[in-house]
Structures are given as C-alpha cells and as structure tokens.
C-alpha cells in the first residue's frame, strides 16, 4: 500500500477531504482532518464515519495550529492555499497535493477532464451519457457527484472516468494528465479568491501542463491559448476555422452536418458549443456520429440553467441560478428574443458588471437587484436601465410580477454566486421557483 504508516494532514471536512481521508486510511495512511470551522458546524454523521475510520479530526482553532509532524498534506479544493489552515504547512515546506492529484494517483482508468468557466457540469453530463449508451462505460464525477478519491475507492468496471474539474482543483496538481481534455470557455470569476484575472486563467490552464502528443486537447477556437502538447481539435458555434462549426442550424465536422440542435432539449449558443465539446471528445474515443447522436437528443437539461418555470399572466419565469458570473448572464441574456425584467445580484467576488451594461440596455426593460452586490451593480447600471433594489429574492419575485407585462420575460441570472443569502446556488434557484409557483393566476 503506496501510502502505509505515511502521517498524512487532511485539509477540509468536506466531501472532497473525507474521499481523501477515507482513501488514504484504505492505503494504510495514518490521517488527520483539519477543519477551520467549529465542529458544532460540521456534519455529524461525517465526523463520526471519519473517526469510526481511525481518522483523527481536529476543528476550529486547533486544527489552523496544528503543529504534529506529517509526511503529506492534502488540501481539498475549497480551501485557499493562502488561508491560515493552508500557510500552517506550506511555511514547514510540506509537500501539499490536492484531493483531485490524490484520486488520479490512485484511478487506473484513463481520464477525459472538462474545464472552462462556464457549461462544465452539462458537458460532463452530456458525454457521460453519451459514452455509456455507446457502450464505453464512465461516471461523471469529479466537481459534480463523487469526488475522485471516492471513485478510486469502489470496485467498478469502467472504460474511462468523465471528471469536471474546477480551477481550485488545478491549482495543486502535480502529475494529473487526463488523456483527453476539454477547455470550454473562458470569462473572469472567482476574484474573491484570486488576485488577478491572469492567476484564475493560469490555474485553469494547468489542465494541459502534463499532457504530450499522445493526448487530446479539445479546445474552443476562439479562445487564445498558449501552445499545448496534445493534439488540438477545435470548436466554436461562431468561428468559421474549426473542426466543428455551426451553420443553418446544424453542427458541422468537416464540412459535414452531424447534428441538427433543434432535434435536442438543449437551446442556447453556449449549449451548441458543449454539444460540439462532447461530440469532440467522443471523435478521440473512437466513436462515430452515427453512434453519439442518439443519446445527445434524450438529453434533459439540469435545473437552475435557463430552466423554464411558468408562465403567468403570458410572462414567461425562467431560473438561471447556476449563473454565478457575468459570462453566464451574458449568455443567458442573448438567449432571449423578448424583454426582459432581470433579477440579480448576491455575493460580492470582486469584479464589476460594467461590461454587461450594453447588453443589459439592449434587452432589458428593468432590472431588479438584490444582495451583497445590489448597489454597487445600480450604480453600473443605472444610466442605461430602471434599477430598483429588492430586499429579498421574495420582494423581488413580487417586484418583478408587478411590473412584468405581457409578452416579456422575468429572468432570474444573478451573475454571482449565492452564499450572502443563500446556501447554494440550487437553494436559491428553488426558492426563486417556489416563489414564482405561489404567485396567483
């Protein structure tokens, strides 16, 4: 057992860092968990598995001073290597992994990796039920579903893992090289935790790093990326120069339609180029279109991703929860051939939404703001839309219904993420439906 009598830190409490302890204990590791949080605020019945293990857990004050001697650090992805829990080890020179690294060291199967800042989870989705109904049998997992250590731990027989991969996760890797990787799309996020927009993008260009000529880079062509090893095929739903366009309404590969996107549930420019993505990667599996297109058309979109709600009154509600930065709103925003009344706003991360003002201008007719961020987006806005400023999703749920007329659209694409009201973006995305269901006929 490669990790037997290693004494190994565990950072976070989470799902990730529980995968990672519960690996490392099956390879003979001696763990502790270390949690800056108190354990009055930590799941119970995960700390009970954990030392029914013989993991050690320390929270609160004592886990961020935590002197004992270890061999391994683990840091699981929510946890910033610049916090007081990270900076307690990386000052003794530690050698520090991520759970993602941990879980790649121990997986056999070859790994199709899917980045970008936005449409990670529909791709990982979508080609996961794709290689399986062609026979190749994967799980989606990674950022969504099952970390990877939890996966590396079960007995399944697998073609290939399908894993989303977050930049948090890319930021400590060592080794990890995924024989066919997926670069989506790129747009600022995250500046809460990073310093710069150029430190967000080098973390997720780190999804390239270990691969060579024998991998495959699947890559938006309108992107501008730096020179990769692995051989590129390229996709872009407005570029005329890649592998796979699209034109009248189809995707095109080689100058071939391949798929017609209005035989699928998906709509939407970014959905086009996700559907081209996995189309991609199953080309570098060996698979043919005749093959991959009939389990892309039973495809079911998520909820909280431009998902209908109901029509009131002829106004249509849709919740785009899962819009947590201005990329998202973006697209969700050109989606619309009606105007719209927007509600947004939540979690101040760091970044203004100026850039979004033509466009909100353009397909708007008011906008409804809550949150941390409601004032500071007002005040980018307000010259170019009618801003109000809700006290609560439920006033601006209220707000909107009272002002909404006939024909338009209430679009609920918040543009950053949840967590100053809300325990998720799910969470806020069904509260946004219960709301608009109780609203009267």
């Not at 929510?78 to 020179?93: H, V, Y």
Request: some cysteine.
């Amino acid at each position: 057992m490669k990790y037997s009598g290693k004494k190994v830190a565990v950072l976070g409490a989470g799902l990730s860092g529980t995968a990672a302890a519960l690996l490392l204990r099956s390879e003979g590791a001696e763990v502790t968990v270390l949690d800056s949080a108190d354990e009055n605020r930590l799941l119970k019945s995960t700390l009970d598995n954990l030392r029914s293990r013989g993991v050690t857990v320390r929270s609160g004050p004592a886990a961020e001073n935590d002197r004992s001697p270890c061999d391994l650090v683990v840091l699981s992805p929510g946890i910033d290597p610049l916090s007081p829990l990270a900076t307690n080890f990386s000052a003794r020179k530690i050698e520090t992994i991520g759970e993602l690294e941990l879980g790649w060291r121990s997986v056999e199967e070859p790994v199709i990796a899917i980045t970008g800042t936005n449409g990670k989870t529909t791709t990982t989705e979508l080609l996961a039920q794709m290689l399986n109904a062609c026979g190749q049998s994967t799980i989606a997992c990674g950022n969504i579903g099952k970390p990877l250590c939890e996966v590396a731990l079960e007995d399944r027989d697998l073609y290939v893992l399908t894993v989303e991969v977050s930049s948090f996760q890319l930021e400590t890797i060592s080794t990890f090289r995924p024989t066919v990787s997926v670069w989506l799309n790129f747009a600022p996020d995250h500046l809460d935790r990073y310093r710069s927009v150029a430190e967000y993008r080098a973390a997720k260009l780190r999804i390239f790093e270990n691969q060579t000529a024998e991998d495959v880079a699947v890559v938006n062509a309108g992107e501008s990326l730096p020179k990769i090893a692995a051989r590129a095929v390229t996709f872009s739903a407005y570029a005329n120069r890649a592998d796979f366009r699209f034109e009248a309404g189809s995707i095109v590969y080689q100058n071939q339609p391949v798929l017609r996107m209005a035989d699928l549930k998906l709509r939407g420019s970014h959905n086009i180029e996700n559907v081209m993505a996995t189309l991609a990667v199953g080309l570098a599996r060996g698979l043919t279109f005749e093959q991959m297109v009939p389990p892309l058309h039973t495809y079911e979109p998520r909820p909280h991703r431009c998902e209908f709600v109901r029509e009131v009154g002829g106004v249509t509600y849709i919740n785009d929860s899962k819009a947590t930065n201005l990329d998202a709103v973006e697209k969700a925003l050109l989606a619309q051939n009606r105007k719209v009344i927007l509600i947004a706003g939540g979690k101040d991360k760091g970044f203004t939404f100026e850039t979004l003002r033509p466009l909100v201008s353009e397909k708007s007719r008011a906008v409804i703001l809550i949150g941390e961020m409601a004032t500071r987006i007002c005040e980018d806005w307000k010259d170019a839309v009618a801003c109000e400023i809700a006290n609560s999703l439920a006033d601006a749920v209220e707000r909107a219904h009272a002002i909404a007329q006939t024909g338009e659209v209430v679009l609920f694409s918040p543009g950053t993420s949840s967590f100053d009201m809300f325990k998720s973006y799910a969470d806020r995305g069904d509260q946004f439906r219960a709301l608009v269901h109780a609203l009267p006929k």
